[in-house]
């Protein structure tokens, strides 16, 4: 909710006065909280007011009629009770004679109000199914022509599956087969769109401004350069981006300081209603880690002692599950019972309704929980119709695949403002780490033993890289695009800026400028491993760090120092002639402490910290004509570096 909040406040100064270009300051002089906030605050109480009825008298079941009639009286009430608190904050006329009404009725309206008050729904909704009868529920107590609750709707589904995870691609396939051929591009119709108020003419295009995004600020920026209804636009874009993107911190802080104490005491109860809401699916995720490292998932057995005699016959096989399955069926059947809403008893039918996903044999990614969670009750209860169907789900990773793909949509389903920090990785790390450990232990060894192979600090980079892709134990994993990354890397990009000049390292701000007057660049690390933990729950371009904003603003906000970027950063220094003098060690040291403060840096990096740090400095030459000691090096080294726990020093043979 609080992304159509941001587009609301961002869009307000331009809704007269269009500024058909990405190019402006988000928040200035004249940004201010419009009705499309006040509306879509009045929409979040009605939901939050309406949880109590549906706990006490629809049994959890938002679809209930009773609970849709209860729902769409308290959005009058709540429209009309918060709307005439703010009676001047740019509502239409008719709307406006609505909110001051003594008897209000619909009024046939197609407005795009509809639209932009809306989103509140897409988050509260479970299923696909509450999106749409609740978005019907509140939308036509005043907006009840087909085109404004179709408008209506239409944004609620979206935001729906963005909050699902589901990608963009499918998204646009749903808008198009259910409701609006999007068949342009904003830069398309941008010359010639104009000022227009109505859902038909506003929601496509907001659609599309999503669509397009690469970010949550490109999102807003795109909407407002379209031009015409500029702050409900980019409202409803907002809403789509939050859901998908997430919130920047900074952006998020800065916008709420445009409510006042009654609109943010509703904002932050709304976030604590959403946050309880989030944590859903806890019981059935927490099964994820046991699962994955289970040596067995249950055995057949077969009667061996038989005779086949009357005294002593067959029976027939069957199979002796493990405690953890019996113990997951056992919470998945409690869950159904406590989650009624996702109609798992009709899993056939969601089943049914699926099918075209399931056919193409889709990613999981494209399903939202409802469908997943039915293909893990088929596979319960397809085990009593044919025994070992639910055996062969666990033993093929299905099960396994299933959870991660519930426990994606609850990291997405948490407050995007605030988003959570990962946790419960799906890949054992422990096995990745052993393979670097062995493979830099391997590279040192050869070094070592035979130092005339490598000319250059190149030739033990791609030594490395070669024992690294024999080693691991996967190469590559998808995105959440469900493309292939690798997770080796030469030359990934710093998280920050740095002045690396001479010998010296120092972290630079985004905004200090240089001698010359430029910006400070990126450094970069010689080699690292991705942590493919991080790889599958974000898109290519994020994960690749070449986009800076792109990394701040859609992947540092939500690892941690317990889920981090970089599993592995590895620096290489090597000097190709040898060390002979104690001026010599210490020009080295002084460039291997530069490279030793740069992961350091990264080691203590809020949200983007290193889990393992390996420097290794390769010396070249013989012994028998050095001036100095391997003793006198090391002492050199230490006096430059103090933390010698990360940093290997390699020297040719045996003395």
Known sequence: MLGAIIGDIIGSRFEFNNHRSKDFELFSEGCSVTDDSIMTLAVAKAIMEAEDSLIEKTKGVRS???????????????????????????YGGRF???VFSDDPRPYNSFGNGAAMRISPVGFAARTKKEA??????????????????????????AIFMARQGIPMEHIRRTINDDYYPIDFTIDGIRP??????????????????????????????????????????????????????GVPQKISDRAL?????????????????????????????????????????????????????????LHMPFIDYSDS???????????????????????????????????????????????????????IRGDRYFEGFLLTAFRDGSILKWLKRIQDIERWTVGAAQPEKMSSPGYNLETIISAVDSSLAEIKHAFSKTPH??????????????????????????????????????????????????????????????PKGGRYKRGHYDLVILNPNVIERFRYKDVRGQDYKSLEQNLLPHVSEEI???????????????????????????????DHDKLQATSGRSGFMLEFASLAFFAPGSWDDRKITRSDIMDVFKLEISDMKTVDLIFPGTK
Not at 64 to 85: N, P, T, W
Not at 334 to 363: R, V
Not at 567 to 591: D, P, Q, T
Request: with cysteine; glycine share 6%.
């Open 64 to 90: 209930d009629k009773e609970y849709l009639r209860k729902l769409s009286d308290l959005a009058v009430g709540s429209m009309q009770g918060i709307g005439r608190e703010y009676p001047g904050c740019g």
């Open 192 to 245: 010639t769109y104009r000022f227009n108020e109505t859902c038909q003419e506003t929601v496509p295009q907001a659609l599309q401004c999503f669509l397009e995004s690469e970010s949550f600020e490109d999102a807003i920026r795109t909407a407002v350069s379209l031009g015409g209804d500029s702050d409900t636009i980019a409202a409803i874009t907002g809403a789509l981006a939050e859901a998908y993107h």
């Open 564 to 594: 981090p970027v970089l599993l592995y950063g590895i620096e290489i220094n090597f000097f190709r002639s040898a060390l002979r003098s104690r001026r010599g060690v210490e020009n080295a040291a002084a460039l291997v402490k530069q």
């Open 132 to 157: 749409i009868v609740m978005s019907r529920a509140m939308t036509s107590v005043s907006h009840d022509h087909e085109e404004g609750i179709k408008g209506a709707e239409a944004t609620a589904v």
């Open 453 to 514: 192979l490598f000319f250059t600090e190149n030739d033990i980079l791609m030594g490395l890289y070669a024992i690294l892709i024999r080693k691991l134990p996967m190469t590559s994993v998808p995105d959440a695009d469900g493309n292939p990354v690798n997770l080796v890397h030469t030359e990934y990009p710093t998280p920050f800026r740095c002045d690396m000049n001479g010998k010296g390292f120092r972290v630079s701000s985004d905004e200090e400028v240089t």
């Open 257 to 313: 300081t445009y409510l006042d104490h009654s609109l943010r005491t509703m904002y932050d109860e709304w976030s604590a209603f959403m946050r309880e809401d989030g944590k859903r699916f806890e019981p059935l995720i927490g099964f994820i880690t046991e699962l994955s490292s289970a040596d067995s998932y249950g055995e057949w057995v077969r009667d061996e002692r038989t005779d086949r005699s009357l005294e002593n016959p």
């Open 325 to 379: 399955v019996i113990r997951f069926v056992k919470r998945f059947h409690e869950f159904i019972e406590n989650h009624p809403e996702y109609e798992l008893c009709f899993y056939m039918q969601i089943m049914k309704d699926n099918s075209t996903k399931l056919l193409e044999k889709a990613d999981v990614k494209t399903l939202d929980a409802q469908c997943v969670l039915a293909l893990i009750m088929t596979a």
């Open 96 to 98: 406006l004679q609505w």
